[in-house]
């Protein structure tokens, strides 16, 4: 019984990616970093809220990861992308897509004519990389931008932190419980960028209970918005230590989107067979 609804849900779901998305398997979750340094964190000069999420007219941002409305319908993000798309910048999105759909229950599918809304990916050159937060519920209709820019939005963490705006995932330094793990430096940052250090409300968002993640792919780096190259974030234990990457989802950012879609099962375990002995169908 197991095995038939394995085989099923995993020829569902290559039917509906038709030749845009097929599942790749085996896939390298991780890659040797291309990129070091302050040029890997090209998300921060978009001047959006927190830096890279576009925010659509009347949402709250900060209802974003309680909200079910605002998750994807069965946790399939249907995309398209601009014409004109190199065939390697497209590469590089589709496997960042690969990883995320591994180590959860998401489905990246090319747009059907059946889809009403979309994340339309674009390289627009006047826009950095950023991403709207979650999927918009009807009456919404159409694409939800997704840019980023060639050649800095390139690198996989970025393509995937970015990816993870569009499940749903806000910053890690966002967290209602972060001053208890983070300390902010208010007078390193310039004025300009406090409101990108905001806090978000308990009461609409949620940790799932995931423990705080210095190293997410969606934690800002210990400088961001520095207005004097001094730190602006700092681990509360360890001063010294290093904040955020850019080269790939933890395993707690992971654990995130498989609470918040309510994943039984992910599909690198429908692939292989390899279920997780807690699974019950
Ligand atoms: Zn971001």
Known sequence: MLRWIAVFSVTTILFRRGNGGVLQSPILHYEQ?????????????????????????GVDPKNALKIPALLWPDGLVPYSFAKGFKKADKNKILKAMRVIEMETCISFMPKTMLDRTWISIEQKKEAGCYSVIGYRPLPHEGPLTFNLRTPECYESGTIQHELLHVLGLLHEQARPDRDEHVDILWENI????????????????????????????????????????????????????????????????FEKIRLMYNCKVTNEALLTGNFPLNFVN
């Not at 970093?33 to 007219?57: A, F, H, M, N, T």
């Not at 990108?196 to 995931?210: I, N, R």
């Not at 918005?225 to 080269?247: H, M, P, V, W, Y």
Request: aromatic share 12%; proline share 4%; net charge negative.
């Open 190 to 253: 310039d004025k300009a960028y406090h409101s990108d250090f905001a806090k978000a409300d308990e009461s609409f968002v949620t940790t799932y209970g995931v423990a705080y993640d210095y190293d997410s792919v969606m934690h800002y780096p210990k400088w961001a918005f520095s207005k004097n190259d001094k730190d602006t974030i700092r681990a509360k234990n360890d001063t010294e230590r290093e904040l955020g990457q850019r080269i790939g989802a933890t395993e707690g950012d």
């Open 33 to 57: 970093p291309s990129c070091v340094g302050r040029d890997c964190y090209p998300e921060l000069k978009s001047r959006l809220y927190q830096g890279d999420i576009l925010l659509p007219e």
